[in-house]
Every structure is written in C-alpha cells, then in structure tokens.
C-alpha cells in the first residue's frame, strides 16, 4: 500500500506533499512540514480555535463556478481532507498574491481591525480569531452582508480568548466592511484548483472516491478501511487516543452524498452533507431550531462536521440523533448489493453498534416535513451554553388538535447506551387530553423510563428530574402558560454547577 500525493493551492501556488500519513493532521502538516507555526495547537479536540484555518473549494454558480469558504479547524482535520482545495492560514493574508488589497500597509481587513480594535493582548488566540474572521469577510462582508453584533457572535463561535475578551473582537468583526477592500482572485484560485491532480482509488492508503458506485465499490473492496467524513470526532482518536490507520475512506468528495433535495414528503440530506449544510436546510422548514443549531457546536465544527457522520457515529451524547428521532427521520444504507431503509432509532444495536453490515455505508437521512399541528421543540442542557457537550438532549414533536394529543414523538440523548426514543412516554400522551394532568402523568413516565449514569456532566437522578422538568415547559411553552416558566429556566441550567456523586 502507497502513501497517496497530497496537493492543495496556497500563496497562490500548488503545494504537493508526498509521503504523509493517512491519519496525519492538517495542523502538524502546516506547522511541521510547512513551518507555518503561526497556526497555534491550543487543545487538539476542536474546542478552543487557535488552530482555525480557511478552506475553499469551487460549487456550482449559475454557469460556472465559484469557491466557498469554511473556517475549520485544523488540529482534528486530517491533512489529506484538503486534497483539490485552497488553503489560507493567518500567514497567507499579506503574502497572498491572490488577494488583490486596497490597505496601504497591505494587510487583509480582518488583521487590520483586529489592530485598530485592540482584539489581540497574548496573542495565542488571535491567529484563530483572524481566520474566523478572514471566512466572515469573504462570506458576509464580500457578499454585501452587514455584520451585526449578533452575525459576529455567530461566525466567531468555537473562538476561546483567555485574556483580551470577546468585546474588542467583536467590534473588530463590525469594523472590517468599513476598511479599504481585499478580494480573493477567485477565478485564478479556480484555473489552479482545475489543474490538481485528483488522488488515486487504487493501492493508497487514503481513498477518496468521487461517485456514489465508486464509494461503495472501495467499501466493498477495503472493510478495514476506516471510514471518515469530516473527522471531528476520528481527528480526536488521533490527537487524544493517538490512533493509527492503515488505510482511511474519505466519503466527502462524493457528490451523491453532499446533496440536499426535497423529495415531496421529505427532505433529503445525504450524509457527507456539512452540519452548517444540514441545519439551513432543517431551519428553512422548522425556524425554530435556530437556537439549538447555533448551540451544537462551534461554527469551525459545524463546517467540517457531517450529518452522517454524527448519526453513524451514534454516540448517546451526540445532539443530532435526538432531534432527528423526534422527526421519525428514516435512515438509508447502500452497498454494492442494493440499499434499505429503517427508522433512526432501530439503527442503533448498542454503546457505538449499528445495523451497518461490514460493506454498508450511510448515504443519507430522509425526514417527514412538518405537518399542520405539529409543535417541535428541543432543549440542549450543558454547563456551556456554547461549545459544550450535552448533559441531556430532548426532543419533543407532538401533534395536537382540539386540546388533544393525536401523536407523539421523543428523541432523548445522554439517558441510555445509545441515542433512544421515549415510547412509553409517547404512549402515555397520545389520545390524552393537553392539560396539567396528562402533562404531569407523561412527566413521570419520562422520569422512569430510563436509567442514565451519573458521570463528569451529570447525575442520574439529576437527569432523570430534568426530563421531566423539561417536558413541563414544553407544555407551558406550548400554552403560552409562561407564568411558572421562570422558575423552571434555572432548573434548565443546573448543569451549570451539577456534580455527580463521587
């Protein structure tokens, strides 16, 4: 088995890489083997952004094409993920002969707002801050997009600073359209993009097949191979478990599987699709997730991470799972024999188990879209309200007419081995009256359904009240009964202070 070629453009030049790894990092490659040390190791597991580069890669506009930008994070992604792709780290912004600047002193709008500001004290964080900020400009500020407050909040989180505070950062984030302008060449970017060359499917140890047949037909070929998406969580049994691979299968360059269509009923997201991708798309038909998408993670995370790959991943904390239970999101698994599609809920088999045989892959989610009655809501319990994992997920959708519950779904996570479907408690509300005391009776059977453990974020029995708890604000919320809901908030947000018994 070889090691495959990796070639990606940066400075506006075709960086070619032999012999890496397939499990090798994109961050130890920039700092390592490129000497770009300015891109910083914080915390190897995506969670504090001084690793945060740049990434493009060309889409489908009108007749042509043009490039889309993603702030990642570099210390979980693995290297060969940036095959085919432009690259710009906190060093390129200057250097670039590619980025046309109007600045005198020829710095990119995001460096100097972040001097004018005083964004930047230690300096540690500051390199991830400019790069979510490089991404802004080109996404927000070159599309005529003003940035408030709020838009800077948004496209910054997954960015920790320890030192200068987020206040200055911000008003960086606000200032950067009033500055002269830089522009990316995008169609030199393009013409360089269209002259790489594209990575072996045969004997290399990183495979990255570009069509549905020739994906399933590696998969077929190479069950050993360990399968990858967007690697946010495969990139930390790297840094913290310090894994090594023989051989990786790279499902993101599969156009089939970046797809999001609507199919009638359903909406479609095939499982390479991004978890930024996935969530406009659910926010387009449910706007009211728009708090629970933003809590999910970090933007860096949301940009590299997949739907698929969280599914798939099945862990009973992931916080997509829950949601998508609720939804009665179906599930669907392709080999080279044909595919079959079951319910979310019965894919799962145990602790990170699923139906998948040893040739089988996801290759996409079909969701029911909302229905007239239908009320959706999930919470997300953490002790961050940002960039934090969940201590309990739950996700309600009933369907509700003439002050009766006609059906009812509840995906919880953080409770059970795997992400699980209340269905006791479904069968205690549906048919029943939407009062206090059918609210009150499904609350208690939320409460018994499950047994969780007690660990670093919560107790057992503290997870066990706050799902009840929880489900009793569903209702208040739904009735617009608000007059007790503030003193239910801070039992939301005991996660906060939690401990779990020694």
């Not at 790959?309 to 044909?338: C, E, K, W, Y």
């Not at 809920?345 to 879209?369: C, H, M, S, W």
């Amino acid at each position: 088995m070889t090691q495959s070629v990796l070639q990606f453009v940066r400075r506006g030049q075709t960086v070619t890489l032999h012999d890496v790894p397939p499990e090798r990092t994109l961050l130890e490659v920039l700092r390592e083997d490129l000497g770009c040390t300015g891109t910083k190791e914080g915390c190897a597991e995506g969670d504090c952004g001084a690793c945060t580069v740049v990434v493009a890669e060309p889409v489908a506009a009108g007749a042509g094409q043009t490039l889309r930008y993603s702030a990642v994070n570099s210390c979980i992604r693995l290297a060969h993920s940036v095959q085919g792709l432009a690259l710009w780290t906190v060093e390129d912004l200057a250097r670039d002969p590619l980025i046309d600047s109007e600045s005198p002193a020829g710095l990119h709008p995001a460096q100097s707002a972040m001097v004018s500001c005083h964004g930047s004290q230690c300096g540690f964080c500051t390199p991830g801050f400019v790069m979510s900020l490089f991404g802004m400009y080109q996404n927000r500020v070159c599309q005529g997009q003003p940035i408030t407050r709020e838009l800077a909040q948004h496209d910054l989180s997954g960015n920790l600073c320890r030192c200068t505070g987020y206040r200055p950062i911000l008003d960086a984030a606000q200032q950067m359209e009033q500055l002269p302008r830089a522009q990316v060449n995008e169609g030199a970017v393009l013409t360089q993009l269209q002259q790489l060359h594209a990575p072996a499917l045969d004997g290399a140890d990183y495979l990255a097949p570009r069509s549905l047949a020739e994906l399933l037909a590696a998969r077929a070929a190479h069950p050993q191979a360990q399968i990858v998406a967007g690697a946010t969580d495969v990139g930390l049994w790297v840094t913290k478990q310090f894994r090594e691979f023989g051989q990786v299968l790279d499902v993101t360059r599969v156009a089939e599987l970046r797809e999001i269509s609507d199919a009638g009923e359903h909406l479609v997201i095939g499982a390479a699709a991004t978890l930024t991708e996935a969530f406009a798309a659910l926010l387009a038909l449910w706007p009211q997730l728009d708090e629970f998408a933003a809590r999910f993670a970090g933007l860096p995370v949301r940009n590299a991470g997949t739907l698929g790959g969280n599914v798939a991943n099945g862990s009973p904390i992931g916080d997509s799972m829950p949601l998508l239970i609720a939804l009665r999101a179906q599930v669907v698994l392709a080999s080279a024999r044909g595919e079959r599609c079951m319910p979310l809920e019965d894919f799962y088999t145990g602790y990170r188990k699923n139906q998948l045989a040893a040739d089988e892959l996801l290759v996409r989610i079909e969701i029911p879209k909302p229905r007239a009655g239908e009320l959706l809501r999930v919470y997300k319990i953490s002790k961050r309200t940002d960039d934090d994992i969940s201590a309990v997920c739950l996700a309600i959708q009933l369907t509700l007419q003439g002050g009766e519950v006609q059906s009812a779904s509840i995906g919880v996570g953080g409770v059970a081995a795997t992400p699980v479907r209340a269905r006791a408690t479904e069968t205690v509300l549906t048919g029943a009256l939407w009062n206090e005391t059918s609210v009150a009776r499904a609350a208690d059977a939320l409460r018994s359904e499950f047994q969780p453990l007690s660990d670093m974020r919560a107790s057992s029995d503290y997870r066990r009240a706050l799902l009840g708890h929880l489900l009793e604000r569903y209702w208040r919320e739904s009735t617009g009964s608000d007059t007790q809901l503030a003193t239910l908030r801070p039992l939301a947000q005991a996660a906060a202070v939690q401990k779990a018994p020694a």
